[in-house]
């Protein structure tokens, strides 16, 4: 080789190591973090056809159809331990102001205070406090107080499989935050005391009719699944779908109140410095580091067999912070399949909170709402759920719910009659 032509050799041997080892390096880049490509592509397949199974499965499922039959049985009515035999139930909250001169407290010149038990159950009903009211003001009550006899049998759910009657007592005035509510306390017969006083259940649903049974019973265990674990997969992808859900919630939130921003009524709990609107314009500063991802996620999953197919739905409970201040919740359901799948979520908490209806103790922990009790009344492997939540829609910020839902795939569908909790000091009700 002439000398002259040695330099553009060693100058093309050094341009092709070169280009080799980019080509590497770009190929290990390319390499999925979770193992060599063979692998991963043989996972993937794996997958999508868990997914497709799952598909195929769920569409085999029917949609609950014993939701005519639960209201066809009459009102349900969310009943609390009062002791370990006897139950109290409100059927009627929005009667009278706790302080005002009303007919019934005119008439009741002479209530009795009832005996509290011992122990306090059911703190989340607020029905500790009971009085029973003279047989003068029964005709300001309502029909259904004045048609129901001490004596009469209702029938109770008390947990998945144990539904029992129960016997009225006596009519009952409950203080309930800034107002009186009416309804009954029942014993349970002596039959079922042993097992009603075991039960570690608090919360129940009770009815004056019993509900139809579909036939034939699907039997479907209906209830919690205590031991069950999320794989660490499994909580990765619970964790990716909730961020994707939240973000997509954030946006649908910010673009409406954004586009209410100029109304009376977003302007009711702002600060009297003109147009600035400090609270939305902070707010969406707030929303815009959630959606770059800098909020922090935790959140608590729980596990219950609700459907005729016996695959568990998960309840996940879910809270982002900013600089250690919840800032979004939300409530959503999953799937437990081989792959988790996202059924649906409620984050109406979070617009409550940009709204300035929601308490600023909201979010300090993740029991803004909870499943008390699980049931199958009509016996056809759909559960319908008692659950307690902080109320989203109160104005005040300052009421909780008690209430009885069917449980879809598509959502919870609400029974009638829930207890609505006002949860204020009876001092605030004495302002203004």
């Known amino acids: ?114 005996p509290a038990p011992s122990k306090l159950y059911a703190p989340l009903a607020g029905l500790e406090e009971l009085w029973e009211p003279d047989s003068a ?52 017969p002596a039959e079922h005391e042993a097992a009603f006083a075991a039960s570690a259940n608090e919360y129940f649903a009770v009815r004056h009719d019993p509900v139809e049974s579909h036939e034939p019973p699907v039997s479907a265990g209906i209830g919690p699944i205590p031991n069950w674990n999320a794989s660490p997969s ?90 250690g201040t919840p800032v979004f919740l939300m409530t959503a359901w999953f799937r437990a399949d081989a792959s988790p799948s996202l059924l649906w979520a409620d984050s109406t908490w979070s617009r409550s909170m940009r709204n300035g209806d929601a308490p600023l103790s909201l979010g300090e922990s993740l029991d803004f709402q909870s499943v008390l009790n699980e049931f199958d009344t009509d016996r056809d492997g759909w559960a319908e759920l008692l659950i307690h939540a902080d109320d989203s829609q109160a104005t005040s910020g300052q009421s909780t719910i008690l209430g009885l839902y069917l449980y879809t795939d598509e959502g919870l569908v609400p029974l009638k009659n829930p207890l609505r909790r006002d949860i204020q000091p009876p001092e605030a009700c004495l302002g203004g």
């Open 1 to 114: 080789m002439r000398r002259k032509n040695r330099k553009w050799v060693v100058t093309a041997v050094a341009l092709y190591l070169f280009v080799m080892w980019s080509a590497y390096r770009w190929a290990i880049r390319q390499r999925p973090a979770d193992g060599p490509i063979l692998e991963h592509i043989e996972r993937e397949a794996e997958r999508k056809q868990a997914e497709q199974r799952a598909q195929e499965a769920r569409a085999q499922i029917l949609p609950p159809a014993g939701e005519a039959r639960l209201k066809d049985a009459g009102p349900v009515y969310v009943a609390a331990r009062y002791d370990s035999t006897h139950v109290v139930f409100v059927v009627a909250t929005d009667t009278e102001s706790r302080f005002s001169d009303s007919p019934v407290r005119r008439a009741s010149t002479r209530p009795t205070r009832i």
């Open 137 to 188: 003001s029964l005709h300001f009550f309502p029909k259904i107080v004045q048609a129901t006899q001490p004596g009469d049998r209702w029938t109770m759910n008390a947990g998945p499989d144990f539904t029992i009657p129960v016997v009225i007592e006596r009519t009952v005035i409950a203080p309930i935050g800034c107002s009186l509510a009416i309804g009954f306390l029942a014993s349970v």
């Open 234 to 323: 499994t909580s990765t992808e619970i964790e990716q779908l909730l961020n994707e859900r939240m973000k997509t919630d954030l946006a649908k939130i910010d673009a409406d109140l954004a586009a209410n921003a100029g109304s009376p009524a977003a302007k009711v709990n702002e600060l009297p410095i003109g147009d600035a609107r400090p609270r939305l314009r902070e707010w969406l500063h707030a929303d815009h580091g959630l959606a770059a991802g800098q909020g922090v996620l935790d959140y608590d999953v729980r596990a219950l067999r609700l459907t005729p197919d016996r695959v568990p739905r998960l309840l996940v409970r879910a809270r982002w912070k900013l600089a």
